[in-house]
């Protein structure tokens, strides 16, 4: 098993340019998401899903865009990134029933000049 | 508004003594809390939790502490090793919600 997967792990972008952070698991889970971690803010919960085509907003997801077409991937984008988008990105994935005992990927790097 | 609470930004403990990491949280409607551990460049990792309705969860060096009425908890760490250095991050949810909210993290540093 390779756990939680994330692509790039790190990336640099211009304001306004887009990109796509990769998710990928292979436990089977139904529930992934994504946080971002900024310095003294510890994680902040930015998109999540419990299945195939069904996502849900978090506490910050503003800026970001997800979708879930297989169990497996969940891929997060920004469609026109912003210096306030740079921040570590985590995704995590679990078990419905085990919800709270995330498996959390390595982690992207963002900086947005 | 911050409903979890990790004061402390850092703790510095020698090895073999009793680690002590708190969390307060501020939403009553929250019943399941856990922690989480975290080294430079990696993801967290899942540590312990605890349910309401317990007062108590232990495995093995980890025990973690709740008082419902303080809406406190505590995460203690015996005897602290110098691989217990980690970022420790609390968190916590409601019912059925998905959603887990965490706390700011505290840098544990487990000195030789």
Known sequence: NAGVTQTPKFQVLKTGQSMTLQCAQDMNHEYMSWYRQDPGMGLRLIHYSVGAGITDQGEVPNGYNVSRSTTEDFPLRLLSAAPSQTSVYFCASSYLQYQETQYFGPGTRLLVL | ?112
Not at chain 2, 40 to 55: R, V
Not at chain 2, 87 to 108: E, I
């Open chain 2, 1 to 112: 508004d911050q409903q979890v609470k990790q004061n402390s930004p850092s703790l510095s403990v020698q090895e073999g003594r009793i680690s002590i990491l708190n969390c307060d949280y501020t939403n009553s409607m929250f019943d399941y809390f856990l922690w989480y551990k975290k080294y430079p460049a990696e993801g967290p990792t899942f540590l312990i939790s605890i349910s309401s309705i317990k007062d108590k969860n232990e495995d093995g060096r980890f025990t973690v502490f709740l008082n419902k009425s303080a809406k406190h908890l505590s995460l203690h760490i015996v005897p602290s090793q110098p691989g217990d250095s980690a970022v420790y991050f609390c968190a916590a949810k409601r019912g059925s919600n998905y959603k887990l909210t965490f706390g700011k993290g505290t840098l544990l540093t487990v000195n030789p």
